[in-house]
């Protein structure tokens, strides 16, 4: 990567020697280079907070690969951070059409509902995330701070033993919760 890098960079600056604007056209990218550089573009816009020009980036990066699941899972967090949510749902559920057992996908989509306030959706995906990381610590944490909303107490109690093992920091910081609410 870095020799494409280094080979691309040397291309401009002997294209600029000569005063001649550079193009994308002067050049005989395939697809694939042209999907991953977008897709990079895109990822220091997300560095640099420029979340709009990261989707931009993203949309372009996907015309020339529309599997890039890295792609749309990107957009859909910039999206989630523009408080767009119903468009990061769209980038997260296109992810899980292509790969169905990623675990952080399906709780991003929890957390996204949650976001949207529809506790069910958000509980259905939390449960998906932990059928495939069955140790989701924050995925179990979530799940339990929807059935302490709902008042779901057997459902609460269950999580609520998972997470004694998993994380017991968690699990006491979520009863103590529990405790002040009543």
Same mark, same amino acid.
């Given at each position: 990567?870095?020799?494409?890098?280094?080979?691309?960079?040397? =291309?401009?600056?002997?294209?600029? =020697?000569?005063?001649? %604007?550079?193009?994308?056209?002067?050049?005989?990218?395939?697809?694939?280079? *042209?999907? &991953?550089?977008?897709?990079?573009?895109?990822?220091?816009?997300?560095?640099?907070?420029?979340?709009?020009?990261? =989707?931009?980036?993203?949309?372009?990066?996907?015309?020339?690969?529309?599997?890039?699941?890295? +792609?749309?899972?990107?957009?859909? &967090?910039?999206?989630?951070?523009?408080? *767009?949510?119903?468009?990061?749902?769209?980038?997260?559920?296109?992810?899980?059409?292509?790969? %169905?057992? /990623?675990?952080?996908?399906?709780?991003? &989509?929890?957390?996204?509902?949650?976001?949207?306030?529809?506790?069910?959706?958000?509980?259905?995906?939390?449960?998906?995330?932990?059928?495939? *990381?069955?140790?989701?610590?924050? +995925?179990?944490?979530?799940? +339990?701070?929807?059935?302490?909303?709902?008042? *779901?107490?057997?459902?609460?109690?269950?999580?609520?033993?998972?997470?004694?093992?998993?994380? %017991?920091?968690? +699990?006491?910081?979520?009863? /103590?919760?529990?405790?002040?609410?009543?």
């Amino acid at each position: 990567m870095k020799k494409i890098l280094l080979s691309l960079l040397l =291309i401009v600056f002997i294209c600029n =020697i000569n005063d001649k %604007p550079v193009n994308s056209q002067d050049f005989n990218f395939s697809e694939k280079d *042209k999907a &991953i550089a977008h897709y990079n573009i895109a990822v220091n816009f997300i560095k640099r907070g420029e979340l709009q020009k990261a =989707i931009d980036e993203f949309q372009t990066s996907l015309t020339f690969n529309p599997d890039n699941t890295k +792609a749309y899972y990107n957009m859909g &967090i910039a999206y989630f951070n523009l408080n *767009k949510f119903d468009k990061a749902l769209e980038c997260y559920n296109k992810v899980i059409l292509i790969t %169905p057992n /990623d675990a952080i996908t399906h709780y991003n &989509i929890g957390v996204t509902y949650s976001s949207l306030n529809k506790m069910n959706e958000a509980e259905q995906s939390y449960l998906n995330a932990i059928k495939y *990381k069955n140790d989701f610590i924050e +995925a179990h944490a979530n799940l +339990a701070m929807i059935y302490q909303y709902q008042d *779901k107490v057997d459902q609460l109690n269950e999580e609520l033993n998972i997470l004694k093992k998993l994380d %017991p920091g968690i +699990a006491k910081r979520i009863v /103590d919760a529990q405790n002040k609410k009543y």
